[in-house]
């Protein structure tokens, strides 16, 4: 009986690597990078109230310069204002980003942002419960097990 050989689990990114790149593709993006670094490429606070949709490639006319490309982002409101005042600072981040000057012009798109909320944080479980449980638990052994129960605990009973 032969055994079966090793499972080697896949990062999800290498099994949908190509898919991603073709939808980026259709957006003008020769790459994802743009998008998923943005944060890194265009800055903290730019990034938190932008992103980037797509790149507008100018048709090519016969026997003349290839023209720079439309960067157009999707912007909050509010932001709207203030990143367009510092689209030159953005434009040069982004064309040092690809190593050439491969976009020209920025346009920006007024709508609510893709992204989810950012997760709300749970707030700690009340210590006297915690320790009103963990007194209840004395049947479990595991020191780290019976806390970890009583904080489960004192949750449950919180909600």
Request: charged residues 25%; glycine residues 6%; aromatic residues 4%.
């Amino acid at each position: 009986m032969n055994k079966p050989g090793p499972i080697s689990a896949k990062p999800l990114s290498a099994l949908l690597g190509s898919a991603i790149n073709d939808a980026f593709a259709k957006q003008g993006f020769a790459s994802r990078e743009l998008v998923t670094r943005w944060a890194d490429i265009a800055g903290a606070q730019v990034a938190a109230h932008s992103e980037p949709l797509k790149i507008q490639w100018p048709r090519p006319v016969e026997n003349q310069p290839l023209e720079p490309a439309t960067l157009i982002l999707r912007v909050e409101g509010p932001m709207a204002l203030e990143i367009q005042h510092t689209s030159d600072v953005i434009l040069e981040r982004v064309n040092r980003f690809l190593g050439w000057n491969a976009i020209g012009r920025i346009a920006l798109r007024q709508a609510p942002l893709s992204r989810r909320p950012a997760p709300r944080r749970t707030k700690k479980p009340d210590v006297a419960a915690v320790a009103r449980l963990e007194a209840d638990l004395t049947v479990v052994e595991d020191a780290e097990l019976r806390a970890a129960l009583a904080r489960l605990g004192a949750m449950i009973k919180r909600k």
